[in-house]
């Protein structure tokens, strides 16, 4: 999904809550909100290079990286990769729901747009 300030539902305890994604059209990052079952909330700044750039964020890792893209003229040389980043959860709390950053409402070409591929709860 592209991350324009949906509120999501995830359910869980642990230690960290893990999100997949990557930007296009430049970095992108914003504040996004855990809401824990007992009604407190957490921000969290969340923040993805563009998946051309291949960059470590800040705070997190590269997933995974692809030496090319396909498309209708066939294969681009160029390698892109997918982010990680870990956001810590307080302990002994349950989340209830997630909200993206608001950074964009939908993807379009040469606007920067931050992509939500996953999101999990684990440690």
């Known amino acids: 999904m592209v991350a324009g300030g949906q509120t999501f539902p995830i359910s869980g305890s642990g230690s960290t809550l893990g999100l997949l994604g990557a930007s296009d059209y430049g970095d992108s990052s914003g504040t996004g909100t855990i809401i824990y079952t007992d009604g407190t ?17 800040s705070g997190g890792d590269i997933l995974a990286s692809f030496p090319y893209i396909h498309n209708n003229g066939g294969n ?9 980043q870990g956001i810590p959860l307080q302990s002994g709390k349950t989340v209830k729901y997630v909200t993206l950053p ?12 931050m992509h939500i591929f996953a999101a999990a709860i684990g440690g």
């Open 102 to 113: 608001n950074v964009s409402q939908q993807a379009v070409q040469g606007s920067t747009a």
């Open 76 to 84: 681009y040389n160029q390698k892109v990769s997918i982010y990680y």
């Open 41 to 57: 909330t957490q921000e969290f700044t969340l923040n993805f290079p563009d998946w051309w750039s291949n960059t470590t964020p």
